[in-house]
């Protein structure tokens, strides 16, 4: 039963019972209605509260019945609403850890709403590209006021319920039992003769609602272009202001179901979706044990050290950092110290955390103060060697069963395990660059990984909130395996035709944050010279484009030598197209026999993105990744892929596997089309009309 339904002192109590966020699936819905018309009907009944068991009172409407039959199966949560505000006996939500979306909605159609502190309220619709579509477009805006309710709907930021305590959303906070105090105030109202409010017949008061809603609609459109939902919200909302309650309802109607077809809600779902199926591993059950982890250590205080630890202070969880030198230490801890008074200056953190969070750091020089750490991440030099002296010593101090992680981004995490006599404690935690910043987690499991050492680092990815993807082993793991063949692309294409400028409009038009130029002169044209170079010994019949070496052996290493592929100011960052890099593309297209053509922008996307979803393919059938969302949601929180586009893969979908196909065909017969080797999955998936997601 997705209901329950219980009496209490003449008290109906319809709690929802539809674990884990009490979604209001189809019978959840049926269920409500059921208990509303067996009060109606029962003369001991004088009123009802409606509330939610376990975690939420409701997360809102149930997303994976969107776009199925039972979505608009009867009843409806439209009418569920209407059978709430047509009871006779009045209607109570009590209100407690989560009101979101439909569950919100819900609530606002109840005579009477009460709420436990620490609730979090929110309409995050607009998040998974949609709008409020059971009213809260139209009811909110009437409870707590024109602009509060805007605000909330445009933005889908939870609110906690404290913070709406006088917004006129409650008409009473619980201080004590939420159930006992919702009865109380419900047989209370039913001592009163009907009929009892409704929000609806609320009026909306703003001196002047045209100008603000025309301001908020140029403002929401400037800020979400790739979007359509937050402007159908700005226009739902004024539909209301503008013709009333009844043709607001209709409209937002029309909006919802315009809106849960998109390709931009499809994507965001997806994205919804993906996160959380990211934290599932396929042989790792929710049951398996985990370890306990309070104590962390972190082996190397440069660039990503500093960044791995701010993500544990940040968590409250304290971290000994240990480098070689007392000058590498201190450096390390100033850095960290410059990025949180950052934040202070910002006014995103006060003067005590700060305080608070260097307080939690135990700096130090040996390796026996790592004795009571739970968790050890490495980020020491990406030198085999280094890595090994690293792993050796860790063996010898590390307590039993703590884990030992290595965020190394190239080498091969199973000859790190082997370094050590416990190689199932050993794991990969590939943390992307700005470590306190970057959402990605890359996870990557040794053949010999422990499964509750993986269950654990999922469960301390979330302790830090960063969006955690299992990787086996391989080189560039998933992420920069993928931009490799990416790179390999827009390489080949500069020495086809294109220019940098023109390669990086062309995919930043298509969304992503930044080309593969600016990308690469963002993080050292060094660092990919250093892979090829690699390449060249490893793998000698891979053919590579020598033009970037060109531009290497010039030192034009990007932005921290003032030149890469484009030219930069001194102390700016804009990049400015060079004439005299330019000027190299052609003469090296001539020298290796390659006579120039025009190449038009969309065979510069297809050739960029295409590479990525051939990478990701063979990944998939590797068993590198083990499903499509998790390769799509690397590329949404670590490489900038269009977040409306939903990843790489999701992307091949959406655009037909059969094109995919035949395109990489095509760009196979061009000169340098020996750089596809069309991954089979994609034949196979095309010959059948199948997709990766
Ligand atoms: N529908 C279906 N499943 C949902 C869901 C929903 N609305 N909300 C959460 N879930 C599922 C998750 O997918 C996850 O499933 P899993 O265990 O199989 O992976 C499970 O519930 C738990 O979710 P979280 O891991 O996110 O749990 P948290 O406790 O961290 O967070 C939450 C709970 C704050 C409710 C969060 O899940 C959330 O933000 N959910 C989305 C809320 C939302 O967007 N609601 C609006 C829905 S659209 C709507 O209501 C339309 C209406 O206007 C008509
Ligand atoms: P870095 O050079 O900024 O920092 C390395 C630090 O380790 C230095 O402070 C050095 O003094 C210290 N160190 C060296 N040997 C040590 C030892 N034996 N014991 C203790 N400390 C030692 O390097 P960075 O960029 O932080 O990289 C560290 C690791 O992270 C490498 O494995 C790298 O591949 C990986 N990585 C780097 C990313 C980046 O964007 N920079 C991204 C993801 C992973």
Redesign the pocket.
Known sequence: MAVDYTTRDGVAVITLNNP??N???HSTRAGIVDGLARAASDAAVTAIVITGGG??FS????????NTPKATQEPT?HTVIKEVEKSAKPVVAAIHS?A????L?LALGAHYRIAAPGA?I????V??G?????G?TQRLPRAIGLEAALNMIVT?V?VLSEKLANSGLFDAMAQGDLLEEAIAFARKAADKPGPYPLVRNRKIEHPNAEGFLQFSRNTVAAMSKHYPAPVKCVDAVAAGVQQGFDKGLAYEREC?LELVQTPESHALRHA??GE??A??IPDVPSSTPTRDIQKVAVIGAGTMGGGITMNFLNAGLPVTLLETKPEALDRGLATIRKNYEAQVKKGKLSAEKLEARMALIRPTLTYDDLKEADLIIEAVFEELGVKEQVFKRLDEVAKPGAILASNTSTLDVDKIAAFTKRPQDVVGLHFFSPANVMKLLEVVRGKETGKDVLATVMQVAKKIRKTAVVSGVCDGFIGNRMVEQYIRQALNMLEEGALPAQVDRAIEKFGFAMGPFRMSDLAGNDIGWAIRKRRYQEQPDMKYSKVADRLCETGRFGQKTGAGWYDYKAGERSALPSKLVDEMIVAYSKEAGVERRKIGDEEIVERLVFALVNEGAKILEEGIASKASDVDMVYLTGYGFPLWRGGPMLYADTVGLYNVERAIRRYTQQPNGDAWEIAPSIVELAAKGGTFN
Do not use: C, N, Y
Not at 122 to 125: K, N, R, S, T
């Open positions: 884990p966020v979604g209001l699936g975690k939420a997360g809102g409407a149930d997303i994976t019945e969107f949560l989560v979101m979306g439909g569950g909605e979090q929110a309409l995050p619709e998040k998974l949609i709008l409020p579509g059971a809260g889908g939870p919802f919804f979706f959380r199926a934290s599932k």
